[in-house]
Nanobody, 123 residues
């Protein structure tokens, strides 16, 4: 089992940027697809972005495409989510996840989850 710890969340004004990091331990993530999900108060946890184990392919939710970028550094066992042009509706707890079934938009395909980091975007 891989352990994941997110960091980089915080309070930012609309239009601003944040970079989230997800540091993995316990196992190398080089064979894992990785994903970012988010959960706003009173809402279901939703898919944000996912990346293949090699980093060669990425997929995004329509709501963040063109504004967010997922990347990974397997040598550092870390995954990133660069978030630009943030909007108040991006406010949520952001979770990092690791899975062995390949990139997916489905929560159930990811077996390891971090504790989350809060992102708050003010208008």
């Amino acid at each position: 089992q891989v352990q994941l710890v997110e960091s980089g969340g915080g309070l930012v004004q609309a239009g601003g940027s944040l970079r989230l990091s997800c540091a993995a331990s316990g196992r190398t993530i080089s064979s894992y697809a990785m994903g970012w999900f988010r959960q706003a108060p009173g809402k279901e946890r939703e898919f944000v972005a996912t990346i293949t184990s090699s980093g060669g392919s990425t997929y995004y939710a329509t709501s963040v495409k063109g504004r967010f970028t997922i990347s990974r550094d397997n040598a550092k066992n870390t995954v990133y989510l660069q978030m630009n042009s943030l909007k108040p509706e991006d406010t949520a707890v952001y979770y990092c996840a690791a899975g062995t079934s390949g990139p997916s938009i489905m929560r159930g395909q990811f077996g390891s989850w971090g504790q989350g980091t809060q992102v708050t975007v003010s208008s």
